[in-house]
């Protein structure tokens, strides 16, 4: 490791401090050779402790003795790694709010939230500090961020890049993804990071989910309408669905009592023993997890397995779901609690559609509104990643930022 000299000042707040601000150079002849990137802190770089955004959690850890997979592939492919970016603590968050390291930047509206918890990630490639970054997501975590800040990002299909060397939050959720600020280089990340890698065939139609859209404000439907149908003349037929037979907040609750259970199996053990600091919404989000029960759990597991099927069926045959990615732009920095506990519940009504069905979906920045960045998502068929990326790409042409 050398001394990373792009992070050395950080007026973002993005980077993390820990360890030190080191680079590794990636592969001289690789594909992402001259290109440089973060990874939040949730996965481990060698020689790094991985202390996701809490210092009590970094306190007990150690070097990390390998990469995880998803940053090996990327140092393999050329691309030099030059920092750790800030989490909200254990990823328990979508605020990108962190009460120990405070809250990084968003540069497309600095008075807003940058959103979380891959914040750090998103910031710094939304302010160019990086080329590119990596995230998690479990339930919106590159997927919100990549909306406020104006980015590509994606939430790849569950389990279509290892976890090797992640920081586990709910397992049967969780997923590595990216953040660019262009589609030809966020396709040319799914080339190194996506194993098998292949040409799909373009998607011959797009449903637009109008349940999905009756969520978001009026302002940002707009905005997504517009690009919608831009989009759609890549694809032969937009058509309308209700994703949705019940309502998307029933669909948002089996998504919460699932995660929380595997949350609480993976983190309860360590909370219980170390009893760490956190701030006021993760110390509720946790102590709601420990409450789930199994008898809950029961409940959902096959709600989930209708959920997953009925998504299955509707995005066969080369079709792709079309939704507002966040509700509207971030909100203010000095939003209350309340308010962003409203937002949260009105977010994860539509983050919870990929996630419960396992699913690639991908953020494409679709236009500011009061000045703020607010996306548009596409949804596709299990191990359909290519088709998105390629979409993307066809839209936006080669090297065009959005």
């Known amino acids: 490791m050398t001394t990373s000299t792009a992070i050395a000042s950080d007026p973002l707040g993005a980077f993390c401090a820990h360890d030190g601000n080191a680079s590794i150079a990636g592969r001289k002849d690789g594909p992402l050779a001259g290109l440089t990137f973060a990874v939040k802190d949730l996965l481990d770089v060698a020689g790094m402790r991985t202390g996701g955004g809490n210092p009590d959690w970094l306190r007990e850890q150690v070097p990390a003795k390998e990469h995880a997979y998803a940053v090996a592939a990327l140092i393999e492919g050329g691309a030099t790694f030059v920092g750790k970016t800030v989490t909200d603590e254990l990823a328990f968050s979508l605020t990108g709010c962190n009460v120990h390291y405070g809250t990084p930047i968003n540069p497309r509206a600095p008075d807003r939230i940058p959103g979380g918890s891959s914040s750090g990630s ?174 809950d759990v029961a409940k959902m597991r096959p709600v989930r397995q209708v959920i997953s099927a009925q998504l299955a069926a509707l995005l066969s045959d080369d079709t792709l779901l079309a939704l507002p990615t966040t509700p509207g732009p971030a909100p203010l920095r000095n939003a209350t609690h309340t308010e962003l506990d409203k937002l949260r519940d009105r977010t994860q009504a539509l983050t919870c559609i990929a996630s419960l069905g396992g699913l690639p979906q991908i953020n494409i920045p679709a236009g500011l509104v009061g000045g703020a960045p607010v996306g548009l998502s596409l949804i596709a068929a299990r191990s359909h990643d290519e088709q998105l990326l390629g979409l993307a790409l066809s839209w936006s042409g080669p090297g065009v930022p959005a």
């Open 122 to 295: 998103a910031s710094a490639v939304a302010a160019s500090a990086v080329d590119f970054a990596l995230g998690t997501d479990t339930g919106g975590s590159v997927r919100v961020p990549a909306s406020y800040c104006g980015l590509y990002g994606i939430r790849p299909t569950h389990d279509r890049i290892p976890l090797d060397g992640v920081v586990r939050f709910a397992p049967s959720f969780d997923t590595v993804g990216w953040f660019a600020r262009e589609a030809q280089l966020f396709q040319r990340i799914g080339q190194t990071l996506l194993p098998g890698f292949g040409n799909q065939r373009r998607p011959v139609k797009i449903l637009r989910a109008d349940d999905a859209f009756a969520r978001a404000d009026a302002d940002a439907n707009s905005v997504c309408d517009a690009l919608l149908k831009r989009i759609a003349a890549f694809v032969s037929e937009l058509g309308h669905v209700t994703v949705c037979s019940t309502t998307l907040d029933e669909w948002t609750q089996v998504f919460r009592t699932l995660r929380s259970i595997e949350v609480w199996q993976n983190k309860g053990p360590w909370i219980e023993r170390a009893k760490p600091r956190f701030g006021p919404e993760i110390a509720r989000n946790f102590a709601v997890a420990a409450k789930t029960t199994e008898a």
